[in-house]
Each structure stands twice: as structure tokens, then as C-alpha cells.
């Protein structure tokens, strides 16, 4: 089964980490990273601009409106994901658990919705 684990940090903290910290903390991930690809769960991961680059679409009445910013102004942001294959959200948790940035923020563990219909969507069809 696929989950993705979405990555979130305190708003004020990969800002306070100094330019070294935040360097040492992406080559660890890069890492773990690799040692997942080669074991066998990883199928995607990306890092994120700053939430301050985010800008929020709503479509209301068929008219489309856009807003600077995040969907939600909460304490964290979003600031990346990783989309890995895992037996069973126990297994999910276990891989989540060993992220380098859940040590400086959290991980929320999602199960992926196993859906023809968002392949069929994803490939234009």
C-alpha cells in the first residue's frame, strides 16, 4: 500500500536554523533518503519553497479566486513529502519514524485512496 508522509516544520524554525544546520539536516535526509530507495519503499520525494511562496486557489459559483499564501495559517508548514510503499501503516509509521525532520517537527503518515479513477485522472483520461 502507498502512504505519503508529509513533512511539517514550526513556521519560525528552518528560519532560526543557521545555513550549516540546515545543510548537515538536508544531507542526512538525502541519506535516509537513498537507503529507502534501495530497500525498496521509496517512489517519490520532493522538498518545498517556503509556505511565504504558496498561493491558495478556491474555485466558489465557477469563479476561481487566488490568495498569497497557504490554504491554513497554523503554527506549521508544510515543507515537503515523501511517497513511500510499506505493508501496513505500522510499517508506514516505522519508516516515518526514522526522518531525519521528525526530530525538528512532525510527520503525518497518510494512506494514498486506491482509486482507478485518480490514475485514470493523472494520465489525462
Known amino acids: 500500500m ?41 517512489i517519490a520525494a520532493e522538498a518545498l519553497q517556503s509556505a511565504r511562496a504558496a498561493v ?11 490568495t498569497e499564501g497557504p490554504a491554513a495559517e497554523t503554527g506549521e508548514q508544510l515543507n515537503g513529502f515523501v511517497l513511500i510503499e510499506a ?8 519508516v516515518a519514524s526514522k526522518m531525519p525532520e521528525a526530530r525538528v517537527g512532525s510527520i503525518e503518515v497518510r494512506p494514498i485512496r486506491e482509486s482507478h479513477r485518480a490514475d485514470r485522472w493523472l494520465r489525462g483520461g
Open 87 to 94: 505493508r501496513d501503516l505500522n510499517e508506514a509509521i516505522q
Open 56 to 66: 491558495t486557489v478556491r474555485l466558489r459559483n465557477g469563479r476561481a479566486s487566488t
Open 2 to 42: 502507498r502512504y505519503v508522509c508529509l513533512i511539517y516544520n514550526e513556521t519560525t524554525g528552518p528560519d532560526t536554523v543557521s545555513g550549516g544546520g540546515r545543510e548537515a539536516a538536508a544531507a542526512e535526509a538525502l541519506i535516509y533518503g537513498e537507503d529507502l530507495r534501495r530497500r525498496g519503499y521509496l
